[in-house]
């Protein structure tokens, strides 16, 4: 009976083997995604003992921990519900944490680097250690502008100061109420979650950097710019046919509601911008060539590329272009071009700002608990993708899109505005997305604006400009517009 | 250093029948076992409260008499045993108690305060040492075993279909109808009726092993069994399948075919029983898992955990792989993770706990040290003189390691969950009574395995008259 005997004592020895290697994979290989899982509630149980720090805008916290008398010893609170949820994220037993929540956790939580001495002193003076403050860079009254504005509907308003980069307005709906993810009431909380997933979009993304849409004519401040770049002035004369047939198709491309733009004859491209001619800048687009209009697009972000602001932001891109009929409806915003509100923002910021693109950002400031701020976020330029030149008659023709084109409904008495609008089809029989880009005051900007209503039906002018009319009128009030 | 005549083994072998008894290696190895225990239960108590609890002066003064009697009841009853096996379940056993320990501490800051779990198993850990030494007392020769193998066959097989026949309320928890619950005590007689049943087996495969050792035809290169001789396997699955079905204890009814198989293939030293076995193994997998939706919903969460969490089955399994990552290499140290956070941590996923708490080191030395156990198990199978003794040790020492593999592999997501106990460490006292007694009976033939011949043994009859093998070590 020996010899089996010994296979048998081989054979334990061979599965005691696989149960460590195994052991292994899990404790080692898989660690850090097993401990950072979003479910993983064990590193967020212990942060629960800690107070965490606020997130601030403009002196109020729109997220605090409170104490409790049950057995967790901190309450994550939103005071202002559904408003900032969409940056703020929520702090969940459940479901782990999103939003800043998540990607500023380390100072939130206190155990970020620059809260190092702090934390030491903490260990010495017996102090309860507690986490960092994140002050950010919104503007409570465009976040309620923005906010009044987009209820009710799908969409997204992104404002950002042009000269920094800075995000005075992030808005998104619909939109959820974060108090109820972060209770300490799992089946309130799972109960919660349920009725948000029937929701259709969920509430949680963030259609302001989360989701892509075509852009549709907001995309011809691009082209333009790529006209520009490659010699041509706003009164370079451009063909402006009624409709125009695509090259290798059989299609043809028409303009907004099959109506004429300057009655078939040529027109000049400050023209063709005030009132969106799709057939003279898909003419322009092929004139002008796939690598200029992509080049274009790229310099001002759209090159697929993620980015974190901290939020991460989803790249957009203007897609594959394959043949002159492509790069005629890519050029008025059609086709495979896909935007966040994000970008459209920063492709106004980036006029607005003499061309220079600076990075978005929402946190302004770290601080520690005793309020010395121990960090402060310093503008960074993101690229250059037009000179001051191209930059300030690209200024004058978005201007005349307010004073005399599609984009009226944005018009400030007293101020000078800039914009351009946009309306993308969709298809047959699904209303139009609806899209205002523009920024304020156009000699001085203070602010740069991107409205988008998810399936608005009406036009970019209509839905959209009145939108930012009222972002703009907010932050201007407030700031001696 | 070396005279001419150091080598202890050549003076031993020069003297005559000199064979060192070792027992001062198990007391060494006991009292490093006992001071792993205390410590371990001082960094709980300091890290979960930041003060020693008041008890435990009274727990180490306890947890150390029972090693000394358990130590010194070998020295005089089991003098040759092996010394590694009593201090690895000593090793594991405080362990256990450590943290188990922790985990009461856990449930205690919750809102609603639940019982002490510690003190309870420090009193199922007495009554195991207890039953071991009975067991070392009464039975002084393993081989009077094997003649109460059909006695031991039918109390087994009473224990194994008690729960099934009970009406529920007394004997169903969770799903699995394998308990008797009376006043306030509940036992799952499953863990004894597995050791009375390793002994009929091995009784009664010494008896049968060359008739079930015949083969009679070859098919494609293989030489199967004459169909009559399938009756014993047989009957084997067929009871793994009644527990199935009417306990719905997938860990038992996968253990006990497990180790018939395996036995069988000891002691008849024929692959083809290992092959028979896994064909009934896998049709049976396939059946139970097209009818019971129990068995189908254990796979499938074992499958896809992430995908039923955190509303479905994979609650558990996702939450001891949380667990055993955070813990990554070093665990959270004792006392630091949120081992709690796993439902029922103390008894089924406590492996988990160790995992998370002393991280791969101490989950791997945990498995390692099991290792020890099973592997000095089937080392006595190999040296033990009698065929008896050989299937019994072996039968005894493979239990340990497939319950062991079965319930870490199903902890660590590597196998489907079963519900089995983690022998020694997790809470529940049959599980841990029945293991001292398995232990008991591994030190009485490591026993005799290691002590010298006596000139003229006494023949002991053997079921059937089956003749006694003797095989030097």
Known sequence: MNAPLRRVAISVLVLFTLLIVNVNYIQVVRSDELRNNAGNTRVLAEEYDRERGSIVVGGDPIAVSVPTNDRLTYLRKYPQGDLYAGITGYYSLVYGNTGLERSENDVLAGSDPRLFVRRLADLFTGRDPAGGDVVLTLDPAVQKAAMAGIAGKTGAVVALDPSTGAVLGMASTPSFDPNQLSSHEPAKIRAYSAQLDKADPDPRNNQAIGERYPPGSVFKVIVSAAALKAGYTPQSMLKAPNQLDLPGSTATLKNFAGESCNGGADQSLIDALTVSCNTAFAQLGMDLGEDKVRAMAEAFGMDGQSMDIPLRVTGSSVGGIDGKAALAQTSIGQRDVVMTPMQAAMVAAAVANDGRLMKPYLVDQVRAPDLTVIDRTKPKEFSTPISADIANQLTTMMMSVVENGSGKAARIPGVQVAGKTGTAQIGKGIPDHNWFIGFAPADHPKIAVAVFIKNGGGTGGGVAAPIAHDVLQAYLNGHGG | ??????????????????????????????????????????????????????????????????????????????????????????????????????????????????????????????????????????????????????????????????????????????????????????????????????????????????????ASRKVAGIELPRGRDLGPVLMAWGISILVLVFERDLGSSLLLFGIFVVMLYVATERASWLLIGVVLFSGGSVIAYQIFAHVRERVDTWLDPFGHYPNGGGYQLVQSLFGLGTGGLFGAGLGGGRPDQVPVAKSDFIASAVGEELGLFGLVAVIVVYLILVERGLRTSLIVRDAFGKLLAAGLAFAMAWQVFVVLGGVTGLLPLTGLTTPFLAYGGSSLVANFALVALLVRMSDAARRPAAPHPAPVPQLGEAPTEVVQP
């Open chain 2, 1 to 214: 250093m070396a005279g001419p005549s150091t080598d202890p083994r050549g003076a031993g072998a020069a003297a005559g029948t000199q064979v060192p008894k070792r027992r001062g290696t198990e007391a060494a190895l006991l009292a490093f076992s006992v001071l792993i225990t205390v410590v371990a239960q001082c960094i709980v108590d300091l890290t979960v409260t930041g003060s020693l609890s008041s008890e435990l002066a009274t727990f180490s003064a306890w947890i150390a008499g029972l090693w000394v009697v358990a130590h010194l009841v070998v020295r005089r009853l089991a003098p040759y045993a092996d010394p590694l096996l009593l201090p690895a379940v000593a090793l594991l056993v405080g362990l256990g108690l450590a943290v188990i320990h922790r985990l009461d501490l856990a449930g205690q800051q919750g809102e609603h305060v639940s019982r002490e779990d510690a003190p309870v198993q420090l009193l199922w850990a007495t009554l195991g040492v207890v039953l071991f030494v009975a067991i070392l007392a009464l039975v002084r020769d393993h081989r009077l075993l094997a003649r109460y193998a059909y006695t031991l066959a039918l109390v087994g097989l009473a224990l194994l279909a008690m729960p099934a026949v009970l009406p529920g309320s007394i004997s169903e928890v969770n799903g699995a109808k394998i308990w008797i619950r009376l006043a306030g005590f509940s036992i799952q007689p499953g863990e004894f009726a597995k050791i009375c049943l390793i002994v009929f087996f091995a009784a009664y495969l010494v008896d049968k092993r060359d008739v079930l050792a015949l």
